[in-house]
Nanobody, 121 residues
């Protein structure tokens, strides 16, 4: 119903920057919220940030001041600009969307396959 594809992951040194992108496609009526989560080995998936279609944002305390989320509603894309990266930011980053498919007409959560971000000290 809804497909998400992430890009932009890679390896950087501590203090460096990286920009992740996510594009949504499919039989979508609307996307209420787009955001990012991450998961390190042996740990639970962690919320990072989201942005609603109306422009409201929310960030996890661990990334406030360092990460910035942006969204293009017309293109169904969301980006995550990551600055001042730390080794503890190393994880697989997943794009998330709360979307209303045309077929169901009710919101559901959808996930991308994830992209690896590795920060070396």
């Amino acid at each position: 119903q809804v497909q998400l594809v992430e890009s932009g992951g890679g390896s950087v040194q501590s203090g460096g920057s990286l920009r992740l992108s996510c594009a949504a496609s499919g039989s979508i009526f609307s996307i209420r919220t787009m955001g990012w989560y991450r998961q390190a080995p042996g740990k639970q998936r962690e919320f990072i940030a989201f942005r609603t279609s109306g422009g409201s944002t929310n960030y996890a305390d661990s990334v406030k001041g360092r990460f910035t989320i942006s969204r293009d509603n017309a293109k169904n894309t969301v980006d995550l600009q990551m600055n001042s990266l730390k080794p503890e930011d190393t994880a697989v980053y997943y794009c998330n969307a709360r979307a209303i498919p045309i077929t169901t007409q009710k919101p559901s959560d959808y996930w991308g396959q994830g992209t690896q971000v590795t920060v070396s000290s």
